[in-house]
T-cell receptor
């Protein structure tokens, strides 16, 4: 499994964009990059995933560098409800499971 | 679309007792997973089912944990006898076919406390 590095914590102002970085320099060519978040006392929530191209959905945008060694999750307009632990998880064709690391604790402040 | 349903939401038992958790996946999802999340850590896979067959149970402590998915829909995870270190949140997830480009969707889990 590719190893990931995420900052342990980040603060963000409500209404501003939150840019969450993830380093996955050992990712292999067939591994997708998945992002999940876990709000206190809830199960992990799927946000977005991508392979090579940038992706956008109603929750967030995912920017993957051309060499695929890092990615950034963008929450365009953070709200207090976005306060959570955010996990970046590489997942390959042989990895049916999700291997969660420590993630980034994001606190959105009013 | 209804999400993954789990019950009970909380359970408190004494060590050496038994306990069971129930999961109903998203309709039409063939793949079902059970994860264990110890306080302060990320979830770790215990077992994966594809329909009613076990794909991977290598991380399941089989001397005390068992799981079944008899009809390929809902699933039960049992612990017997429970130990103090089993205190954790037990999460169920499901995905369409378990392929790497298909996301897993989680329930809110059962929080187990062992006294």
């Amino acid at each position: 499994d590719a190893k990931t590095t995420q900052p342990p914590s980040m603060d963000c102002a409500e209404g501003r964009a939150a840019n969450l970085p993830c380093n996955h320099s050992t990712i292999s060519g067939n591994e997708y990059v998945y992002w999940y978040r876990q709000i206190h006392s809830q199960g992990p929530q799927y946000i977005i995933h991508g392979l090579k191209n940038n992706e956008t959905n109603e929750m967030a945008s995912l920017i993957i560098t051309e060499d695929r060694k890092s990615s950034t999750l963008i929450l365009p307009h953070a709200t207090l409800r976005d306060t959570a632990v955010y996990y970046c998880i590489p997942r390959g064709s042989n990895d049916y499971k999700l291997s969660f690391g420590a993630g980034t604790t994001v606190t959105v402040r009013a | 679309e209804a999400g993954v349903a789990q019950s009970p939401r909380y359970k408190i038992i004494e060590k050496r007792q038994s306990v069971a958790f129930w999961c109903n996946p998203i309709s039409g999802h063939a793949t079902l997973y059970w994860y264990q999340q110890i306080l302060g850590q990320g979830p770790k896979l215990l077992i994966q089912f594809q329909n009613n067959g076990v794909v991977d149970d290598s991380q399941l402590p089989k001397d005390r944990f068992s799981a079944e998915r008899l009809k390929g829909v809902d699933s039960t995870l049992k612990i017997q006898p429970a130990k103090l270190e089993d205190s954790a949140v037990y999460l169920c997830a499901s995905s369409l076919l378990g392929q790497s480009n298909q996301p897993q969707h989680f329930g809110d889990g059962t929080r187990l406390s062992i006294l």
